[in-house]
């Protein structure tokens, strides 16, 4: 019974504070405002609570109507608003199986709340960063949101990578064995890129346009100004990314029917090399076959006759048609294709090796300074 009691205590907790000193604590609908630090700046992350819940919230914090409004309210578009009292994000985050959810962050000097319509991946190492970063935040406390927006962009790099090994895998496929289930695959693919760069083209255009203001960003230290303008770059090359992926998606789709294609033209081919083989000999069955006097009482006269003309006729004509083919080259192709999957496997970097390059480029991207 206690156990249960402690479970359904668990269960009640929707969101958790993060105070200046790093101290992560939970808390549930009913305890916002009892809870909430009297000094020094705290994060507040919130996940799947309910309009009651962010009410209380919104209340502890003493939001305006519209700001209460907008924070449960999803199925918005990208959004990077600044004013001298609060900067507000409508942004999305990679949820693992799920997909990807959306999320609203709040930040004003004193806090930052972060909602998010389910299980953000990366919200527990952006919880990490914040502790290690307290020292930073406490002086400039907009490095709280940059450390979030940071982790939330660095999450979309694993699904890109997935991608990126599906495509791999579903190249060689096609290049050797194409099937209708590799379409369906690079469909569902496609339709997932796209419906990313659908969410992401939105938010980095209003990212660009809000850090590439004159006179920096309102509520935003400018010590940390440059780092959005980083945060900005990132954006710009995950979209880029992306465009590369549903590039390539559209080319494997294209190569698929190319495939199936040349398959299909292969098996005309080796009926028509079948035909070759057999019009001759065929032409010899017909001509022998007619019953003339002449033929039957003196050209077969003999069983000699018979086997010289009747069998070794149409044997001398298979073995001047496979002369015929050696000298076109058509014997021997078959070794060819056999040799493909080798030829595949040596490749050389490929898309693997541009995804090395890729990581290496992200990590080598500017990051918050450590303490």
Do not use: C
Request: proline content about 5%; aromatic content about 10%.
């Amino acid at each position: 019974m206690h156990l249960d009691q402690n479970r359904e205590k668990v269960l009640d907790v929707k969101a958790t504070i993060i105070d200046a000193q790093g101290v992560i604590t939970p808390l549930s609908g009913n305890d916002f405002a009892a809870r909430l630090p009297r000094e020094g700046f705290f994060w507040i992350d919130v996940t799947s609570a309910s309009e009651g819940d962010i009410a209380s919230l919104a209340a502890a914090l003493e939001l305006d109507d519209a700001l209460s409004a907008w924070l449960p309210r999803f199925g918005q578009s990208a959004r990077f608003d600044a004013n001298p009292q609060y900067l507000r994000v409508s942004t999305w985050a990679d949820a693992g199986p799920q997909g990807v959810i959306e999320g609203h962050l709040l930040y004003s000097p004193a806090w930052l709340i972060t909602l998010f319509d389910g299980p953000a991946l990366r919200m527990d190492a952006a919880r990490q960063s914040f502790q290690r970063l307290g020292a930073k935040i406490a002086e400039h406390p907009s490095y709280a949101l940059a450390t979030v927006l940071d982790e939330l962009v660095t999450g979309f790099y694993p699904r890109l990578e997935r991608a990126d090994e599906l495509l791999d895998e579903l190249e060689g496929q096609i290049f050797l064995a194409p099937a209708a289930g590799q379409m369906f695959r690079l469909a569902d693919l496609r339709r997932e890129l796209s419906s990313l760069h659908r969410l992401l083209v939105p938010l980095r255009d209003r990212v660009k346009t809000v850090v590439t203001s004159v006179g920096g960003i309102s509520g935003i230290s400018a010590v940390v100004t440059p780092w959005l303008q980083t945060y900005s770059e990132r954006l710009e090359d995950l979209v880029d990314l992306i465009d590369d992926y549903r590039q390539r998606t559209t080319e494997a789709m294209e190569s698929y029917g190319a495939s199936l294609a040349n398959r299909q033209s292969d098996q005309i081919n080796r009926l028509t090399v079948i035909s070759w083989v057999f019009l001759p000999i065929t032409f010899l069955t017909g001509y022998f076959g007619m019953n003339f006097n002449w033929a039957v009482t003196e050209l077969l006269a003999t069983r000699d006759d018979f086997l010289m003309l009747g069998v070794g006729l149409p044997l001398l004509s298979l073995i001047l048609t496979l002369f015929l083919f050696k000298s076109l080259g058509w014997i021997g192709a078959w070794r060819q294709r056999k040799e493909q999957p080798t030829a595949v496997g040596r490749r050389g970097p490929g898309a693997a090796g541009m995804s090395s390059a890729r990581k290496e480029r992200e990590q080598n991207l500017p990051t918050l300074p450590a303490t």
